[in-house]
């Protein structure tokens, strides 16, 4: 695609999509009261149909001037959620550089327990030893403030060595078994990116270990297009129908970028219908399925929470002229050379201090807002350089910007997305040093 082909259909619009993970809208009238809730088939918890995700918090700056999780506005953001009839919110020990439990049991603890669900996981990635699982699994009734948990993950399966290594050589799966039969973990299950083979064969120990729900992957891209790395979120939900477990909603934003859309798609977006953003179509959609029980978005701000409750108080589920008018849409994002980063932050830390989502995410942002040029000799080139190179001095700092990359794998491994993080950042990389030689 040539440069005046691109900017026709993507345009050059810095409006192109909203900032926010969670999309953005003017609203500010929620009524409290309407949220549509879905029942857990077997134990009969009634969900809240829009699920908190707190990987996001609001962040603030420390006396030091470090980053640190704004404690002020995540108690704020959770008292308008559970207002507003939000009663599920899922946590992780590795959230927010390890903070993100305690950050939020704080804000939890304010309110009455039965309010609300706690979903967390045994993120044990580093170190699966037993010891180290035990202690991270104690720790999070600690930093919870909780005497249960009601959801409790095996946290990011995508094969069945992953689940051998991480949870039954270490004899972990034993124990929690033994934990839920105690009471202490009321809803025992597992999140899941990878292959099909892979979810099979993970679907198949529900005869042995019963799992009570299953975190997926869903949203109109992934439904029928998903990366190679990933599974057709259609075949993983008409699965676990089958076989009646309810599934838990992750990335149904994949990260924001159903939020940021470019412009052609998010004006057909709006000629359906002008009084919705682009995010509360994908909420919509995520939600549809009748085995979801819940859809979790990371909400930093309060207007990404009102949007969303607008969309799910009460939720109106997707017709089918309307899914696949949503598959259309789909099929139009796969032709931008965007990369399938979601933000999801499991490559961090670098250990050579690269902002990889910083950057993929800001390079995301130009090929949907047209500022992304393959020759000086295109049209309106000096005005998408300067656009790209301004913004990206802007978005990520110096000291973690891609020519820090020296292609060292760690990465790759940890992306539940398959992307070759190391090859991405250097293809960047030689753009942005072309961009800064061509001068002219």
């Given amino acids: 695609m040539d440069r005046r082909e691109f900017l026709k259909i993507a345009g050059l619009s810095a409006a192109a999509g909203s900032i926010g993970i969670a999309g953005c809208t003017q609203k500010t009238d929620v009524k409290s009261g309407e949220m549509t809730y879905r029942t857990h088939p077997e134990n009969g918890d009634r969900v809240s149909i829009l699920g908190y995700g707190c990987m996001r918090w609001p962040l603030t700056k420390d006396e030091n001037g470090k980053d640190v999780v704004d404690q002020e506005g995540v108690n704020r953001l959770v008292d308008y959620a559970i207002e507003h009839g939000i009663n599920y919110f899922d946590a992780a020990p590795m ?88 009471g202490r973990i009321r809803n025992l299950g597992f999140s899941f990116h990878g292959k099909k083979e892979g979810f099979d064969q993970l679907l198949e120990l529900h005869s042995k270990y019963h799992w009570d729900f299953v975190q997926i992957q869903l949203n109109y891209v992934d439904w029928t297009h998903a990366s190679s790395r990933n599974t057709d979120a259609k075949y993983l939900q008409e699965e676990l129908d ?33 009084q919705k953003s682009a995010a509360s179509w994908a909420f919509r959609f995520a939600g549809s399925p009748q085995g979801v029980l819940t859809v979790l978005s990371g909400m ?19 017709n089918d002229s309307e899914m696949v008018f949503m598959d259309e849409t789909a099929e139009l ?57 301004i913004s990206y001095d802007r978005s990520v700092g110096k000291l973690s910007q891609a020519d820090r990359c020296i292609g060292c794998n760690k990465c790759v491994s940890k992306c539940p997305q398959g992307i070759s993080i190391p090859y991405e950042l250097r293809r960047i990389d030689r753009y942005i040093e072309e961009l800064r030689r061509n001068k002219f």
């Fill in 242 to 274: 089958k076989k009646g477990i309810p599934s838990i909603i992750m990335e149904p934003l994949l990260g924001g970028r159903l939020a940021k859309l470019p412009k052609h798609i998010a004006d057909r977006l709006k000629e359906k219908d002008p």
């Fill in 300 to 318: 930093t701000y309060m207007e990404h929470l009102q949007d969303n409750l607008s969309t799910y108080s009460p939720l109106n589920p997707m």
């Fill in 95 to 182: 959230y927010h550089n390890g903070d993100c439990e305690r950050v939020t049991g704080i804000a939890l603890s304010r309110h009455p327990r039965e309010k609300y669900y706690i979903a967390t996981k045994l993120s044990n990635f580093k170190d699966s030893s037993h010891e180290a699982s035990m202690q991270m699994y104690r720790q999070s009734f600690i930093d919870l403030q909780t005497d249960h948990i009601d959801y409790y993950l095996l946290h990011s399966i995508g094969r069945i060595e992953d689940f051998n290594r991480r949870f039954l050589e270490n004899g972990m799966i034993d124990f929690l078994l033994e934990e839920r039969k105690a």
């Fill in 333 to 389: 994002m796969e032709k931008y050379p965007t990369i399938g980063c979601t933000r999801c932050q499991y490559c961090m830390p670098c250990p050579y201090g690269i902002d990889i989502p910083g950057i993929l995410s800001h390079y995301n942002k130009c090929v949907n807002e047209g500022y992304i040029s393959s020759s000086p000799e295109s049209e309106n080139y000096r005005k998408a350089r300067r656009a790209y190179l």
